[in-house]
């Protein structure tokens, strides 16, 4: 029952605020949201000598004043600038309202064992450990902090695995591209922070499933590391976190509108044109006949609506006999999409099945696989095509 009303409350989320299903988050990149986690009542993490919702605020706010300082054509809108408790839902409508091209969410981290340190980036999606359920889970945990709870969230209840995993297909229109700012994050971390790199991550977190935007939540370290909250505390070391973010995200924007500027003159002639449409099937039919030929275009189903996995992306068509596609034993297949190749696994009628083929294609090697959703071979978001095949 309690998994029914998750998944119906949902669809009615996605219903209120829908999906771009045009533009998947590619744009000129001119509003971001930076939302420091926690905050009042809930002091998330708590170290020796500090708690994570003053850092987080610290973090947050030196980093609004970066963007300010040398990006002033981006709008920097906080979900808070105080010590103040904002529900989790609220976080997502101001990003929701405010139309932001990226959300970035920042907390610490904590663990029972005080030797672990570093810092990791997460994205909206499923749990490949225990240790990412569990920072799941602490995150989550502050909605517990919220009156009625139970309603706003229909049934959510953040200690439970399956609670925390079954919303994270909703995500998948905006994971390429918060994958994208969560490297480039843990990159600047890396490289030039000298922080211990633990990686880009995914997880469900209620904050994120909410945006309809990329979305990032990056944890900066460990306070229950001694040595990683004397840093994190300082001013020096939030400065460090701060800037280091603040490049990752002057990196994407610049990446996102060379994107944008290249597509908009491409993909979207590719698809008004019908004279090159035309050309486009005509030489997709002779590919076919070909016996060297295993990739088909706009595979064809049984139903209107289709869920696909999604394993890569490329601006030149690969060769049928790519090796990074040898290890796959389904047959792969692929479309083409905002003046991009996009290669996709499988054929589901049920969601449920895509899903259960994204962990085997993850475990296989493809730890960046997602699923995508099609209505008459054109593609839209997941949430989307579950709300039609619910009417």
């Known amino acids: 029952m309690k998994r029914t009303l998750i998944f119906f409350g949902i669809l009615s989320f996605f219903m209120i605020f829908p999906i771009n299903s045009d533009l998947y988050g590619v744009g000129k990149v001119r509003t971001v949201v930076i939302d420091p986690g926690h905050g009042g009542r809930d002091p998330g993490a708590v170290g020796k000598n500090s708690m994570e919702k003053d850092i987080a605020l610290a973090i947050g706010l030196k980093l609004g004043e970066y963007i300010k300082e040398n990006l002033p054509d981006v709008n920097v809108i906080y979900t808070r600038t105080e010590d103040k408790f904002v529900e989790l839902h609220r976080r997502a409508e101001i990003a929701n309202k405010n139309n932001a091209d990226l959300f970035i969410s ?101 904050v994120l499933y909410q945006v309809t935007m990329p979305g990032v939540l990056v944890e900066a370290g460990f306070l229950s590391n001694p040595n990683e909250e004397k840093y994190l505390m300082s001013e020096s070391g939030q400065a460090h976190i701060a800037s280091a973010i603040f490049r990752a995200f002057r990196e994407y924007k610049e990446q996102q509108e060379k994107l944008y500027a290249s597509r908009k003159s491409n993909s979207y002639r590719y698809y008004k044109d019908k004279s090159e449409q035309e050309e486009s099937e005509q030489i997709n039919i002779a590919e076919k006949s070909s016996s060297n030929e295993n990739f088909n275009n706009n595979p064809k189903t049984n139903n ?34 905002e003046g991009l190749y996009k290669y996709t696994v499988g054929n589901f009628s049920n969601p449920d099945e895509a899903i259960k083929t994204q962990k085997e294609l993850q475990k296989a090697g493809f730890k960046d696989a997602f699923v995508v959703a099609f209505f008459n071979n054109e593609r839209i978001s997941p949430a989307k095509a579950i709300k039609l095949l619910n009417k």
Do not use: W
């Open 106 to 206: 920042i907390h610490c981290n904590s663990s029972p064992r005080p030797i672990s340190y570093g810092t990791e980036t997460f994205v909206m999606g499923l749990h490949r450990s225990q240790a990412n359920l569990e920072v799941a889970k602490r995150e989550n945990a502050a909605i517990l902090y919220e009156e009625d709870y139970e309603e706003t969230y229909d049934g959510f209840d953040p200690h439970s695995p399956e609670a925390n995993i079954i919303f994270s297909l909703y995500q998948n229109a905006y994971l390429e591209n918060s994958l994208e700012m969560a490297s480039l994050i843990q990159q600047q971390f890396r490289e030039r922070a000298r922080r211990a790199d633990r990686g880009v991550k995914q997880a469900g977190f209620l």
């Open 304 to 337: 209107d609506i289709c869920f696909r996995i999604q394993i890569a992306t490329s601006s030149d068509k690969k060769p049928a006999n790519s090796e990074e596609f040898k290890t796959i034993n389904n047959k792969v297949d692929y479309y083409y999409h």
